[in-house]
């Protein structure tokens, strides 16, 4: 069983389970919210049940097949395969059973079940990244470390009724994948963005400037820092400017409209672009309250951590299964839906909680993810071919 093609690489099985679970998701999220369905009246808030499957459902499938296909190439570590990739992919599919029958079992058996992925990660890659030749990499580890601690405080807090809490630790856990998103997309958007010119006989870019990427990084964690800490509006909203102002300056030099012709490419400059439109929205609400706080989460969680996905997806699907990086049709209408989707969303949060367009962008969403599977499921089950050269 272990030498099926399934178990060969990571994002197989995290790629097929997590493009798989959104449409199912967002189906779900939808019936009660329009109320198909009736949630008892002690019921977990939607918003959190919501939050916490697009986070540690969803994003969660989605970044494991990512990094744990990324690092072996990028970082030289072994390949996590056969049985260990087996007991990873258990461990999320015990985490969203467990949450979903959860009425049924006792109270702290789903918490604990739910909490296991990013700890068997964390102990899979950290023995791996230690003798890893660049340290950087060894950034992911603390990054696991405070996902995992977001999971375990959410659960807290649902089991002590406090609801603040759970929703300040999912907002923990989305500043944690900010801060993964701008660690490994500023790795990658740039480095491929140089491959592809080089490749058309353009000029390159400009050498990588360390002392901004220092200050972009550290801004992030500051604006988490205050914004976690419920510091005053002036001081998070300043330095999410700050942010929009060092990410629009570092997204800038990659010089995105160079490859606007290269698809799996371009989408990764799109996705920064809403990254930095989260930090001018999030800027706005705090200062002057000017937009909901909301927006800034849509814009990122939807738009750019959407983009970036479905590029990454489509990019690592072809290329680690031998297929050519030609982008089928299907994926470009995807990344067309998802930015339709971030823009309805986005005006729906100034129409109030009803508005037909949060419908209309769920159903976007979610059939993004859904051409995803329909063009890729065969592939993801296949073994890879050959590739020439």
Not at 49 to 78: C, D, N, Q, R
Not at 144 to 160: E, P
Request: with cysteine; glycine share 8%.
């Amino acid at each position: 069983m272990t030498s099926s093609p399934l178990w060969a690489s990571a994002f197989r099985p995290f790629y097929f389970l997590g493009a798989l679970y959104a449409p199912l998701l967002v189906a779900a999220w939808l019936g009660a919210f329009h109320g198909l369905w009736n949630l008892p009246p002690d019921a977990i808030p939607l918003k959190l049940l919501h939050g916490h499957e697009f986070i540690f459902g969803f994003a969660a499938a989605i970044i494991s097949g990512i990094v744990l296909t990324a690092l072996p190439s990028w970082a030289g570590t072994e390949e996590i395969c056969g049985r260990r990739l087996m007991l990873l992919t258990a461990l999320w599919l015990a985490g969203r059973i467990g949450f979903w029958a959860s009425p049924w079992l006792p109270s702290l058996l789903p918490a604990v079940v739910d909490c296991l992925l990013f700890p068997a990660i964390f102990f899979m890659l950290a023995p791996q990244l230690l003798r890893a030749g660049n340290r950087l990499y060894l950034l992911l580890l603390p990054i696991l470390a405070v996902l995992f601690a977001a999971n375990t405080i959410y659960h807290h807090g649902l089991l002590a009724s406090n609801y603040d809490q759970a929703w300040q630790a999912l907002r923990l856990a989305i500043y944690a994948i900010i801060v993964l998103y701008i660690l490994k997309g500023g790795v990658l958007a740039p480095i491929f963005t140089a491959n592809t010119l080089r490749e058309k006989g353009r000029a390159g870019l400009p050498a990588c400037n360390m002392k901004l990427e220092v200050a972009a990084t550290g801004a992030v964690l500051l604006l988490a820092t205050l914004d976690l800490a419920a510091a005053t509006p002036v001081w998070t909203g300043s330095i999410a400017l700050a942010c929009a102002l060092l990410h629009g300056w570092r997204t800038a030099r990659w010089q995105g409209w160079r490859v606007a012709d290269v698809p799996l490419v371009l989408v990764m400059h799109l996705g920064f672009a809403w990254l930095i439109l989260a930090f001018v929205l999030k800027a706005a609400a705090e200062l002057g309250g000017i937009v909901p706080e909301a927006m800034w989460l849509h814009a990122f969680t939807i738009g750019s951590l959407g983009l970036m996905m479905l590029g990454l997806m489509t990019r690592v699907s072809l290329r680690h299964t031998g297929r050519p990086l030609r982008v089928p049709p299907a994926m470009i209408v995807a990344c067309v839906l998802i930015f339709a989707a971030t823009m309805l969303r986005l005006a729906a949060s100034l129409h109030g909680p009803h508005s037909p367009a949060i419908v209309l962008s769920a159903g976007l969403w979610a059939a993004s993810f859904a051409l995803y599977f329909l063009t890729f499921w065969k592939v993801l089950l296949s073994p890879s071919e050959p590739r020439a050269g």
